[in-house]
T-cell receptor
Framework: DGGITQSPKYLFRKEGQNVTLSCEQN?????MYWYRQDPGQGLRLIYY???????QKGDIAEGYSVSREKKESFPLTVTSAQKNPTAFYLC?????????????FGSGTRLTVV | SQQGEEDPQALSIQEGENATMNCSYK?????LQWYRQNSGRGLVHLIL?????REKHSGRLRVTLDTSKKSSSLLITASRAADTASYFC???????????FGKGTTLSVSS
């Protein structure tokens, strides 16, 4: 079945650590996105990529980094510079490079700072 | 930045009743989309309405779009307990590169 796989489902980070969230899709989609969701909030865009080896900052990119070395993969690293990383992280993909079609979402990674 | 804002924030109804959620947005758009999110899960795309459309149906879902008022509504008819979820509207950002989501409406359907 085609879809997006996010792993791990739950992740715990100690203060000062970098952690990487995985996002893999087998939909052959060009565009991929990372969103952050806090309780009672909507989704906020962190980074997006419309093509391999290229990505753009979203509204809240500070403290995060990404790479897009393969079409299928778009990992997100939460660095120690992100002061409040506890949140639910969602990865999405889109068959086109413009947001004029529905996104497919993964099931999310819940990150907690301990 | 958030393009869309849903209203109400929370809605509780009985099974069989209709549920209406509204979304207002700020800038001109070429499409507006609605998504559902079950607790602790990812979002699922429900329906997309383009700026030249006024109404669209999909099963028990009916979406309207009023570009003059910059608003949209999602109607779920004959609600079921399984419709309990959060519902988000989303529209393209000003650059046309990604979707911007509202804060959502939490719908609770009791049997």
């Amino acid at each position: 079945d085609g879809g997006i796989t996010q792993s791990p489902k739950y992740l715990f980070r100690k203060e000062g650590q970098n952690v990487t969230l995985s996002c893999e899709q087998n939909l052959n989609h060009d565009a991929m996105y990372w969103y952050r969701q806090d309780p009672g909030q909507g989704l906020r865009l962190i980074y997006y990529s419309q093509i391999v080896n290229d990505f753009q900052k979203g509204d809240i990119a500070e403290g995060y980094s990404v790479s897009r070395e393969k079409k299928e993969s778009f990992p997100l690293t939460v660095t120690s510079a992100q002061k409040n990383p506890t949140a639910f992280y969602l990865c999405a993909s889109n068959g086109k490079t413009t947001p004029n079609y529905g996104y497919t979402f993964g099931s999310g990674t819940r990150l907690t700072v301990v | 930045s958030q393009q869309g804002e849903e209203d109400p924030q929370a809605l509780s109804i009985q099974e069989g009743e209709n549920a209406t959620m509204n979304c207002s947005y700020k800038t001109s758009i070429n499409n507006l989309q609605w998504y559902r999110q079950n607790s602790g899960r990812g979002l699922v795309h429900l329906i997309l309405i383009r700026s030249n459309e006024r109404e669209k149906h999909s099963g028990r879902l009916r979406v309207t779009l009023d570009t003059s008022k910059k608003s949209s509504s999602l109607l779920i008819t004959a609600s079921r307990a399984a419709d309990t979820a959060s519902y988000f509207c989303a529209s393209p950002n000003q650059a046309g590169t990604a979707l911007i989501f509202g804060k959502g409406t939490t719908l609770s359907v009791s049997s």
